[in-house]
């Protein structure tokens, strides 16, 4: 299937299911995808089809170019409701990441100060004391927990070069002491012919404990919206998704739904 590559380091806006209207920030290279996940169903393609040849932008090229967007935007609208660290790969790799995250606050309170800021991370580098600051920071800190089986996290997510273990990835989460938004990602279909639909209790149940052990202020249950690398793999159903949606607030947290 096809995937794509966003511009960088600005792109958009673009409607977000989950943010709204989203102006983007992508802190890796345009032409190709740096990320610690390899996850099957990235919508910039597979890590080792999209190896960049280009360079992480600087940090003055981040913030020049996002200046020039939100004069553009503060003349002809329209009015963001977030700036969004996304793109093509994990943001928080970007060696500036910090010192980038200080200077888009600062532009956001000159030109959009309602304006939300959100990093999409898939949490692997969160016991970075660098990275954990700056997440703090922002008003949307977003953390993938796709599951807590790691058989499943290893067909799926299929994280590289890096350490990954369930528990104490969640302990370092409830660091945050609830200011954190938990995304999981629900789906169905096979990879290399073994079942991947993680809609089960067997699932479901064990994640929403370690949601409690997090308290985040919200959670993102969501499914596949754009096309995938494999085609073997499904949207979760509505019917599911909602009943997943049900049990997290059943457990007494905030959970949206995105179909």
Same mark, same amino acid.
């Given at each position: 299937?096809?995937?794509?590559?966003?511009?960088?380091?600005?792109?958009?806006?673009?409607?977000?299911?989950?943010?709204?209207?989203?102006?983007?920030?992508?802190?890796?290279?345009?032409?190709?995808?740096?990320?610690?996940?390899?996850?099957?169903?990235?919508?910039?393609?597979?890590?080792?089809?999209?190896?960049?040849?280009?360079?992480?932008?600087?940090?003055?090229?981040?913030?020049?170019?996002?200046?020039?967007?939100?004069?553009?935007?503060?003349?002809?609208?329209?009015?963001?409701? /977030? @700036? +969004?660290? *996304?793109?093509?790969?994990?943001?928080?790799?970007?060696?500036?990441?910090?010192?980038? &995250? =200080?200077?888009? %606050?600062?532009?956001?309170?000159?030109?959009?100060?309602?304006?939300?800021?959100? /990093? @999409? +991370?898939? *949490?692997?580098?969160?016991?970075?004391?660098?990275?954990?600051?700056?997440?703090?920071? &922002? =008003?949307?800190? %977003?953390?993938?927990?796709?599951?807590?089986?790691?058989?499943?996290?290893?067909? /799926?997510?299929?994280?590289?070069?890096?350490?990954?273990?369930?528990?104490?990835?969640?302990?370092?989460?409830?660091?945050?002491?609830?200011?954190?938004?938990?995304?999981?990602?629900?789906?169905?279909?096979?990879?290399?012919?073994?079942?991947?639909?993680?809609?089960?209790?067997?699932?479901?149940?064990?994640?929403?404990?370690?949601?409690?052990?997090?308290?985040?202020?919200?959670?993102?249950?969501?499914?596949?919206?754009?096309?995938?690398?494999?085609?073997?793999?499904?949207?979760?159903?509505?019917?599911?998704?909602?009943?997943?949606?049900?049990?997290?607030?059943?457990?007494?947290?905030?959970?949206?739904?995105?179909?």
């Amino acid at each position: 299937m096809a995937t794509i590559l966003h511009p960088s380091p600005i792109f958009g806006p673009i409607l977000s299911r989950r943010l709204g209207v989203s102006l983007g920030i992508n802190l890796l290279p345009a032409d190709g995808k740096v990320c610690t996940f390899d996850c099957v169903y990235c919508e910039c393609g597979l890590n080792a089809e999209r190896v960049p040849h280009s360079k992480f932008p600087s940090k003055d090229d981040v913030l020049e170019a996002l200046e020039v967007r939100l004069i553009e935007m503060k003349q002809n609208g329209p009015t963001p409701d /977030v @700036l +969004t660290f *996304s793109g093509n790969g994990e943001p928080t790799l970007h060696p500036q990441f910090g010192d980038i &995250v =200080d200077g888009v %606050i600062a532009l956001r309170e000159t030109y959009f100060p309602n304006a939300k800021i959100s /990093v @999409l +991370t898939n *949490s692997t580098r969160i016991f970075q004391p660098n990275v954990f600051k700056a997440l703090m920071k &922002v =008003d949307n800190n %977003i953390l993938k927990l796709d599951t807590v089986y790691m058989p499943f996290i290893e067909m /799926v997510d299929r994280p590289v070069d890096t350490y990954y273990d369930v528990d104490l990835l969640v302990a370092q989460m409830a660091r945050f002491k609830g200011h954190c938004i938990i995304q999981t990602m629900f789906l169905c279909g096979q990879v290399d012919g073994k079942d991947v639909s993680n809609v089960g209790d067997s699932f479901v149940e064990p994640w929403i404990e370690k949601l409690k052990i997090i308290s985040p202020k919200m959670v993102m249950v969501y499914t596949i919206d754009r096309e995938t690398p494999l085609r073997t793999l499904k949207k979760a159903s509505r019917e599911d998704l909602d009943g997943i949606a049900d049990k997290v607030r059943k457990a007494g947290i905030v959970c949206s739904v995105s179909y």
